[in-house]
């Protein structure tokens, strides 16, 4: 099985920038303000009159942030994953920075995250120097083996668990056994930490792209860490069942729209509402397929998806169901008149 982890690294990145950069160089973290957010540069460093021909260059990862305080307010911050030793790796960073100071004339931080298994291979600056021009450029280094495992599975910070997977893919790649062992015990940590819905969504899509596993070991992985869910009594969703459950919304609204219908909206809602909880449960009881027909409210059905993607249990959920019946408010009203 061959694993890539390029385009991984870039999403990794993309998605955990501020936990990663909180990680690994704290002090810059602090200096952004990361309430004005982050715009990911996706770019081909060529001229304009260049592009379309000769040898392009691209970076890994270009990001724009912007500074809590001083004259320079908006910051580029380079990262560059090499995953292997490279001669010339110094002098490329060097020209990535070198033509994104032309092209923006803007601050830019230059980091290298070594990936590769070599202790000794720690490039950090390119020098040069002829008839009296000499020119030192030192960029910051990040060196993946250097981090203990033990601290990086006792970090609350979701970056760290993810940098141990990269980790172990590698170490992993040709026993997926032990891959399929150390990827179950990476996503009950991830539960453990207590990290929110969407960390822990995006957790889980970069996980299962890091350790990619053979159908056999996804099977098996997907029904351990179910075990655990109705063990802890925390929901897990899989690859699988968060493609269905998108499908599953997918083809209500499609229904409801082809059918230009109010009536029609509400059945095709109703109808994805059952095919995600069929599929994130099983077997639908007939009464909770009866109550769900009862809201006939479009609004109300698209807030039930929220609930039935949250909810640990069949039984957690028909309790939020209850709150969307019609007459709902009557009838209690009635039974305590009746009391």
Partial sequence: MRDDFDAWWKLFLSRFL?????????????????????????????PPRLRGRGRRLYVDCLFKVYLKSGEAQILLIHIEVQARLQKIFPERMFRYFARLYVEYGLPIVSIAVLADSNPRWRPDRFRYELGGTRLEFEFRTVKLIDFDPKALEQSNNPASLLILAFLRARETANDMQMRFEVRKQLAILARERGYNDEQLARFDELLEGIMQLPESFERLYEESLEAYKREQGR??????????LRDGLTQG?????QQGLQQGLQQGLQQGLEQVLRIKFGDVPTEIVDMLQKVADAEALQRLYDHAFQAATLEAFQQSLQEYLPNRSEATLDSRNNE
């Fill in 253 to 257: 609204l499609e229904q409801g729209l």
């Fill in 18 to 46: 501020q936990e990663f950069l909180l990680f690994v160089a704290p002090e810059l973290w602090a200096l952004i303000d990361w309430e004005r957010g982050v715009q990911l540069l996706d770019k081909e460093l060529l």
């Fill in 235 to 244: 929901p897990f969703i899989s690859a699988a069942e968060r493609i269905g």
